[in-house]
Each structure stands twice: as C-alpha cells, then as structure tokens.
C-alpha cells in the first residue's frame, strides 16, 4: 500500500530560469508531493553558446536576446517569494570569458542570482531528473545542450554516480554550419572513445530537446499514434536508421519535413550524429527519450526524502483526481480491496502489476464531475495524455483503457486503433477487468471508503466470489451491484458467485 492521500505536503508552486547555451526557459511548476506539473512554460532561443568555439565568449546578440527574456521572466514572476524560485545557468555561461559579467547584469537587471552549474552538477541533476520521471531507470543518462554533453550512470536505486561534461553541443561541433559527417564524426569519436568503457549501457536516456524533437520526427515518419515524447523508446536499428536519414538532409530538407522544430534546423543534424556515436560507441540497445532533465532533477532533489520516495505514477494519478474528487481516501481503499483478487492472476506487466493497480485506483473519481454522457471517453483522453511520469506508452494505453471501462461497459475504447497498436490483446482485456472492478467497487460503496471494508472480492478457481460481511448483504449485493460484478467476471472469464 502507498501512502494515504490526505499525508501528502500541502501543493506548492516553484519557477525554474534555466539559462542553458542555446535557449534562455522559464517553467512554473505545481508541485503536489512526488508529483510534478508543468503550469507555464517559455522560452527564447537565444543562442548564447554560439560564437563561444571562435571568440570563447557568449553571442552578443545571444546575451540581448536573454537579457530580454529573463526581463520578462521577472515580471511573471513579481511578488514570488525568493525561495520559490531556482536560476541556473549550464555550459556557456560556465564556459564563457564574459560569463560572469554577463550574471552581474542579470542581477542588476532582473535580481535573479543565477547559480552556475559545474559539468558534474549538471549530469548528476540529469540523472535526478530521469530518476524523477522513471525511477526504476538503468544504464546512462545523455544530456545534450548547445555547447555541451553530459553523460552520467545511473544506480538504478535513487541516486547516480559516474559523471563527465564533453564539448560535444552542437556549437561546439560547429554548427550552425552544414554538418561535415567526416569531420565531426572523427571529433565526436575521439573524444567518446575514452569512455567507452566508463559508460558501455544497453539502455540510453536521452535528455534535451534536440533529441526530443529526434524523437517526435520518428513518431512522425513511422505514423506512431501516440504523440507523448516522454518515454518514447527506440531500437538500435530504428535510432540509427533515424538520425542517418538526419544527417544526411539539408536544411531546405529538413524544413519541409512536418514535425521539425524550424528553430533547430542549423543543430539538429550535430545531435543526430552525436547520438549515433553513442549508440555505436556504447552498444546501446534502446534509446528511451526522457522529457525530464536538470529542472526536474532540482526539483526533485528540493523534496523531502519520504516524498522523493513514493511512486511518480501513483502520485500523479492521485493528484489528477484530487481536486475533481469526491473522497480523498477512495483510491487507497479500492486498492486495498481489489489486490486479494488481482495479485493472484498471471501478470500483465511483471513487477509493475501492483503499480498500476495502485494508480488506476487512483483515477476512480477523474470523471466524478464530467457529464455522465462523455465522461468514459473524457477520463480515456486525459489519461492517455496526462503529463504524469513514471510510465511507459504500453502502461499509459493500459490506464486510459481501465479510465475507460471504469465509466463504460463498452468493449471498445476509444481510439481502437492507436490502443490496439501499443497494446496486446491481453492486456486489453486485463485494462477492461480493472476498470470494470474499480465501478464495481465505487457501485457497491457509493464511493464511501469505509463500506469496502464490509465486503471482499476474491478469485476462486473458475469463480469470482464477492462477499459482503453478515447483516449487510441486503446493502451491498443489490442488483446493480451484481449487474456490475457479472461484467467483472465475464472480463476476466469467471463465473460469478454472490454470497
């Protein structure tokens, strides 16, 4: 059992100014216990790191360009208490002969104090930030900005060690330039060569929005129908035919190919190359795209280490549903309730089946103030693309689908095709005995934790027994109730038994 929903902190907002070499960001977040939520997001392209392998100082132009954003930043952010705001700074400014002159004007300017990062904070904050968003992540975290690239390994436990900053940003490889692949390829490769064995992974989690925007091009020329970046996974052999094809192209190309970024046609061939070299030099086997970085590594290193503990997905899910929520206590005791007669089936998703019990519990009130006509489809829709960590595209389809069947009796979700292509056919089922198991618990209870507690749901051999403690049969196994359990038993291929 997680913990209960009325033991989480009280949500609070934090703004995170991070002035990285390419663009200047401004993001406002929610902050509710383990759960991140991006509220607002802004930023300029400002190219700060661009001149820095000619001159070694920041882009004139780059620094007029932020100075403008980070005005603008102290205006949305005006009577902000101190404290809820972090300014960072990465590569250029770090790097940069007129950095610190550079952060003097900001302070004069603006009042931001702007910490800067040294290589090792800004791998092990990415590692941070990966772990925020999946924590059970292995293998190497790459972060890529514009000047730099930041390789950490991760423990896979809650922390990382084993960090290192290569000049391998694009601007530092030579863009905005047309890409020399012989050329670049020779300084990528001999500057990766000495940790090839520091960082050998078959998992990559790649951080920065060049690879993002790789990522959702992939999406694009594969006609992949969900469009979520966050977790997003490549083979070896789709990444690198991907960022060949990228390599190759021109910048007339790439501005005719639907889904690039046109801000990053001069740097998104350098990213592509770099990311091939990984792949080959580390014998990486899977590409996951991360949509969590440094911020969110901040961010989650800020927190209390009970919360840093809990789950990202079940806290989310918790928090989705908390504000349209009727009981606060409802999704841990649908929990509590549905684990007898679900942990005896054969997993759906291995070690993540009491996960995903837990978080699914916790959407059982996403639609309790919805018109009872569409909130099916609704709770189907916010669930597929909520911006929740901590789970893959197959777990997120599996959710929406139980979201779904939790209001419906319908067989057929929406978006039948898109479910039907990241979903096997048994989970399909399982999403529908979950959900279908949720209303019959909300039914039974009329969403009263407490009137759980008077009955039990259980898996006998070829039977699925629903009990209600003596003297409250007659309460709790009236016929909607035993439409509602009949539904359960069909979808999980057992005769009923009411007693």
Partial sequence: MWPRADSRPEPRQAAVIDVGSNSVRL????????????????????????????????????????????????????????????????????????????????????????????????????????????????????????????????????????????????????????????????????????????????????????????????????????????????????????????????????????????????????????????????????????????????????????????????????????VRGLSPELGGALEAWLTPAFQTLKPAFDERDPVLLAAACRLADLGARLHPDHRADIAFEQVLRAPIAGMSHPERAFLACTAFSRHSSSTTPPQAGTVSRILTGERRQRARALGSAIRLGCDLSGRNPRLLEKSALALKGDRLVLTAAPGWEDMLLGEQVAKRAQTVAQALKRKLELS
């Fill in 27 to 322: 993001v406002i977040y929610r902050i509710d216990g383990r759960a991140l939520w991006t509220v607002f997001n802004e930023k300029a392209l400002a190219g700060l790191g661009r001149d820095l392998p000619a001159t070694g100082r920041l882009s004139q132009p780059g620094v007029e360009t932020a100075m403008t954003a980070l005005r603008r930043f102290r205006t949305l952010l005006d009577g902000w208490p101190p404290g809820d705001i972090t300014a960072a700074a990465t590569a250029a400014v770090r790097e940069a002969a007129d950095g610190p002159a550079f952060l003097r004007r900001v302070k004069a300017e603006t009042g931001f104090d702007v910490r800067v990062l040294s290589g090792e904070e800004e791998a092990r904050y990415a590692a941070l930030g990966v772990l925020a968003g999946d924590p059970s992540a292995q293998g190497v975290v790459g972060d890529l900005g514009g000047s730099s690239l930041e390789l950490i390994r991760l423990n896979g436990v809650g922390g990382s060690a084993d960090g290192a900053t290569l000049p391998l940003g694009p601007f530092a490889l030579g863009a905005p330039r047309a890409l020399d692949i012989d050329r670049t390829w020779r300084l990528v490769d001999t500057a990766l060569a000495p940790m090839t064995h520091r960082f050998k992974a078959r998992e990559f989690h790649a951080v920065g929005g060049a690879w993002r925007n790789l990522a959702l091009l992939h999406m694009q020329l594969a006609d992949y129908p969900l469009h979520v970046a966050h977790q997003y996974e490549m083979s070896r052999a789709d990444a690198v035919q991907l960022v060949r094809f990228v390599e190759r192209q021109s910048k007339s190309s790439l501005e005719r190919i639907e889904g690039v970024s046109k801000k990053r046609f001069d740097t998104l061939p350098y990213s592509a190359l770099v990311l091939e070299a990984l792949i080959e030099r580390l014998g990486v086997e899977r590409v996951v795209i991360s949509a969590y970085g440094v911020r969110e590594g901040m961010l989650l290193e800020s927190m209390a280490p009970e919360v840093r503990r809990q789950d990202p997905l079940i806290a989310g899910c918790e928090a989705l549903t908390a």
